[in-house]
Every structure is written in C-alpha cells, then in structure tokens.
C-alpha cells in the first residue's frame, strides 16, 4: 500500500497517475469498489466523500472496517490511496465536520501505519515522509 496526502487540488491525482502512466491502473474516486477490478494497480481516492455517508459517531469500528476492506483490494494487485489533508490546526465549528476530520485523522493514522511509503504532495511536489 502506497498512501499519498497533500491539499485540495495541490496535484496529487496528477503525480500519481504520472507515476503509474506505464501500467494498468484502475482509478476509483469517492467510494470503496464492491467488487475487485481487474489490474495492476489500484488507486483509490476521495475516501473522505465516501466518508460522509458513513456513521462518523462509530468512528473506530468503522476505521478497522476501512482498513480490513483496503487490505482485502491490495490482494493480487498494487494499492495507491490518496487522501486530502483536511486538518491544519483548524477545528470546524459544526459537529459532523468535526466529525469527519478526527475520523479521517484516525484512517490516515492506521494507513500511515500499513503503508509501504507514504509521500506528501505539496502544489505537485513530492516529499517522501516514510
């Protein structure tokens, strides 16, 4: 598992697309795919909008579920997931966006922990952080 986070719209699909130009990726966004597709490489991004329809008030049960499931679509094949860094010190005023951040906090803690390598984007530039 490769886990790539940086900004809104600081480049992240672009690199890593880049990087996968020569083989066959399959690129899911927004949701987690019920069934296994066919290739080389997974890349999954936009967890955090698939995120939202989730119940955030079982924020660790559903962690644990995210991560089972992530580690089920790595069999047989390459796991590229990129996620957006949406904390930055500022804490939301609303509960359910206070929600959201902490339990994107604690995926991207249980990633981090899991992945290969972990590289930060940041305006397209790439900084490997494990």
């Known amino acids: ?3 790539f986070i940086g900004g809104a719209y600081n480049g992240k699909t672009d690199y890593v697309m880049t990087l996968l130009e020569d083989q066959e990726a399959v690129l899911v966004d927004g949701y987690l795919p019920e069934s296994i597709p066919e290739c080389d490489v997974l890349v999954i991004k936009g967890l955090e909008k ?3 329809t989730q119940n955030l008030e079982e924020d660790e049960a559903l962690v644990n579920a995210m991560l ?3 580690q089920a679509l790595e069999e047989n094949r390459t ?9 930055r010190g500022v804490v939301p ?3 359910q ?3 959201l ?3 994107c906090g604690r995926l991207y803690q249980a990633l ?3 992945a290969e390598r972990v590289i930060r984007i940041w305006y397209g530039i790439a900084e490997q952080i494990k």
């Open 1 to 3: 598992m490769h886990v």
């Open 97 to 99: 966006a206070r929600l």
């Open 112 to 114: 981090f922990a899991e």
């Open 93 to 95: 005023m609303e509960k």
């Open 79 to 87: 796991l590229y997931i990129i996620v957006t860094d949406m904390g």
């Open 68 to 70: 089972t499931r992530l």
């Open 50 to 52: 698939w995120l939202v």
């Open 101 to 103: 951040r902490d339990t």
